[in-house]
């Protein structure tokens, strides 16, 4: 029986303010113990525009230099984080915005430069999430609400994807909780056609998911989300699920939308 | 016997990194319950000023339109809040970096328009503040940063004084813990001559403080931060000290740097 849903909400949501207020009433309405973790959205790099702080990017991923990590501490930790706050308690759930720095939740340690210099971003080992302390947050009655930031410990903030902190907040949960990890995304689930929103497949096991790779069904994009949701499942989190933000709350039943994976 | 600090730490304090540092050291040595406000400081201004955002005042005090709002919100709630936090742990203090909206412990209300439309700030009433919430958060070990900022309970974050979060933060707490309230400043604490550091009038009561108007010995400065302490007193704090950030660690003990108020 699961008992913590750890759901992520990708940027695409935060950016679209009917899709997110729609998105945090359902979320809001989830019954039972739940964290959220937010995406970043292109508030930041909007608002670096305006500031003359440059968006770089190396192979595709981001680099956060010390006035990128001053900007997205800024609008994750504190635009977006209090925003996604005010309205969820608005709709009556008891949320606590946090960053992996409060309460030393998520210490990180900073990525070594190797080829790449990516800057202040953080790599999270799950075994030094404090979880005990999360655990009394959750029996307390909040619902914490996780911008994607973490912590050096040594005084310094770090950028960290907020899938990554998803799937280590469920795997780090996994020892107190049964959980089902959701990544809410802009399509329905896994689908058999990928022009078709109504072809969801809605269970994957390892024996399915290696046939689906046989006969190449699944797309490059879901792959790796794929992987990972396999990895979660090994390091002990019960269920991951992939489906749409708008169908959140009937992803927490036992009847889901979306593509459930275990 | 006191068992919990608050203590309020100017913008002063905030603005200066050498000034910040050494109090932070001192302000996580410091044993037992305590919890931090702190001011905003001058970057909100200095963001806004880039950004095109205006700083109004009306009479001297600041309007909270709705791009300030969104200003404050991240420089005080995310740079500010998360910079005070990361540090605060890399000195071992399990810090917890919140607002007002977070766990929901400050409601508050738009201040209602009469000659000034003041915009979003946010008036406390301290029987809505959920200390209980609170003293949970104290109880697991945690030490509650707070950003000068609530909500309106129905999505709206609003900008509120950082000195009268921090009486209202006291005054509600009194009902589980004896509390020394402390405003940290740039002065020792009330002078006897203001131009002399070293006269520090050591213990102000109702008597001495009627003596202390009569006899002219108060500037205009002094004279409503002491009335709102006796106020805070009156309402079940049971002490209030004024003094220098830099003295906060020697504030909380029986040998105080500052003026006690009691």
Not at 19 to 27: Q, S
Not at 95 to 115: F, L, S
Not at 140 to 148: D, H, K, N, S, Y
């Amino acid at each position: 029986m699961i008992d913590l849903f750890v759901i992520k909400v990708g940027g695409n949501v935060i950016d679209n303010p009917a899709l997110l207020d729609e998105f945090l009433g359902n979320f809001a309405a989830i019954k039972g113990k739940k964290i959220l973790i937010h995406g970043g959205g292109k508030i930041a790099t909007r608002l670096g525009d305006k500031l003359g702080i440059e968006s770089k990017y190396v192979n595709g991923r981001r680099i956060t230099d010390g006035a990128t990590i001053d900007l997205v501490t800024m609008v994750y930790g504190g635009l977006v984080n209090k925003q996604l706050v005010a309205k969820l308690q608005a709709n009556r759930c008891n949320a606590i915005g946090m960053t992996g720095a409060d309460a030393n939740i998520i210490p990180a340690a900073k990525r070594p430069v190797k080829e790449i210099d990516y800057g202040f971003v953080g790599d999270i080992t799950t075994e030094d999430i404090q979880a005990t302390q999360l655990k009394a947050l959750l029996e307390a009655g909040l619902t914490p609400v996780f911008a994607p930031l973490t912590h050096d410990g040594h005084g310094q903030m770090l950028n960290t994807n907020a899938d990554t902190i998803a799937s280590s907040l469920a795997t780090a949960l996994s020892k107190f909780y049964t959980v089902r990890l959701i990544y809410c995304f802009e399509k329905k689930g896994v689908l058999h056609s990928p022009d078709d929103e109504n072809s969801v497949i809605t269970l994957i096991d390892r024996m399915i998911y290696e046939e689906l790779k046989a006969d190449n069904v699944l797309t490059d994009g879901i792959l790796p989300k794929l992987e990972n949701a396999f990895a979660a499942i090994e390091s002990g989190v019960a269920e991951v699920l992939i489906g749409h933000a708008d169908d959140v709350q009937s992803n927490t039943t036992d009847t889901v939308a979306g593509t459930l994976i275990r």
